[in-house]
């Protein structure tokens, strides 16, 4: 899919991640907190759940999940540092910083995972 | 560079319309408000467009060529084509009156409801206000001054598509500058109309307006300073004028 002109600035483009990264949040945080109730009412039911995680496919998909969820925290801090901090020039610097700490992040849990 | 430009324009009204192709001779320097220009008076006699000063200072001449918001007579064919294949059309956001030209009314009239009227706290009769060029105020107020009105940056704002009622990204970087001016009496007013909705608080900061702007201003650096000086005053922590 080919961006239209006036939406290919890297500034643009990283509105569009934050966008995205929270909208893919919003709709896994319902089924989290839904596992995470089975432990009132079915300890063992949790238990049964979480052994899914052992899941190489799901390992992966939660390597996606920290690179979201790091994406939308560094982003986040980068639009709160634009609309109340003295302006900076460097507003491309910070959209690249923000995604190296993302994926820096997403590398850490790799590790420990892994590890 | 091929010696024919392959031009797509779009031709119609308020019920419509669709692109014609014309074949024009490339040349060299060519920009994009020359290239229109040979249509209208070569190929297509009844093409409507706008233009005036010709070198970047009316900001009348803005048109989407090949998908991005420009002022056509300060681009070359070159930069906005590789290939000699030109599609352009009428700016984004408004509604367009015929051919090239829309109707802009309610781009000014934004300007309007953002404050952007000066409001004088004196007379001609006091002395001039004695405002030193390296102010903090006047030099935020200098970064924002030079805009020529083209609707570029409305043009290819992606909030004011999504929300009629933004003031957009030109009427906000204008009521900045008064902000930042000391002989303005209206600044409380001011900060208490474009804190409304529709007004800088509705800016997603997609910066696509400081990436767009012909005249290299940043309406985005504008708008956050709005957001920061109404945030202020709603906390009690900003000056009155």
């Known amino acids: 899919m080919k961006l239209p002109p006036h939406r290919r600035d890297p500034l643009r483009i ?37 052994s899914l995680t052992q899941n190489p496919v799901v390992k992966v998909a939660e390597i996606g999940l920290v690179l979201l969820l790091g994406l939308h925290f560094f982003g986040g801090l980068r639009l709160l540092a634009v609309e109340f901090l003295p302006w900076s020039p460097r507003q491309k610097t910070y959209a690249a910083g923000a995604l190296a700490a993302a994926i820096t992040l997403s590398c850490c849990f790799l590790l420990s995972v892994t590890g | 560079m091929t010696d024919t430009l392959q031009v797509d324009i779009w031709r119609g009204d ?25 249509v209208q008076r070569h190929a297509e006699p009844g093409l409507a467009y706008r233009f005036a000063c010709r070198v970047g200072m009316c900001g009348s001449c803005a048109m989407m060529v090949n998908g991005a918001p420009r002022w056509t007579c300060r681009t070359h064919v070159r930069k906005a084509s590789k290939d000699g294949k030109l599609t352009i059309a009428p700016l984004r956001n408004m509604p367009v009156v015929k ?34 060029p390296d102010e903090p105020d006047r030099m935020n107020a200098n970064a924002a001054i030079e805009c020529i009105n083209c609707g570029v940056c409305y043009a290819g704002c992606d909030t004011v598509e999504a929300n009629p009622d933004y003031l957009g990204p030109a009427a906000l970087n204008r009521a900045w500058t008064l902000v930042n001016d000391r002989r303005d009496g209206a600044g409380s007013e001011r ?17 696509s307006c400081a990436a767009l702007c012909p005249n290299l201003l940043n309406p985005t650096a504008s ?19």
Request: proline share 4%; net charge positive.
């Open chain 2, 99 to 132: 051919d090239l030209v829309c109707d802009m009314a309610e781009f000014f009239d934004k300007w309007i409801k953002a404050g952007s009227v000066f409001t004088p706290t004196e007379t001609r009769n006091d002395p001039m206000a004695a405002i030193k």
């Open chain 1, 14 to 50: 990283a509105a569009a991640v934050q966008r995205l990264s929270g909208l893919a949040l919003a709709l896994f945080l319902p089924a989290h907190f839904l596992v995470l109730g089975l432990a009132i009412e079915s300890p063992e039911a949790l238990d049964s759940f979480l």
């Open chain 2, 191 to 207: 900060l208490s109309t474009i804190s409304k909705a529709g007004g800088c608080h509705s800016c997603h900061t997609h910066q």
């Open chain 2, 14 to 38: 308020t019920n419509g319309g669709s692109y014609s192709r014309y074949a024009v001779p490339a040349q060299e320097s060519q920009t994009i408000l020359d290239v229109v220009t040979w």
């Open chain 2, 223 to 241: 708008i956050a300073g709005l957001k920061r000086k109404t945030a202020k005053a709603a906390l009690g922590l900003g000056t009155r004028r």
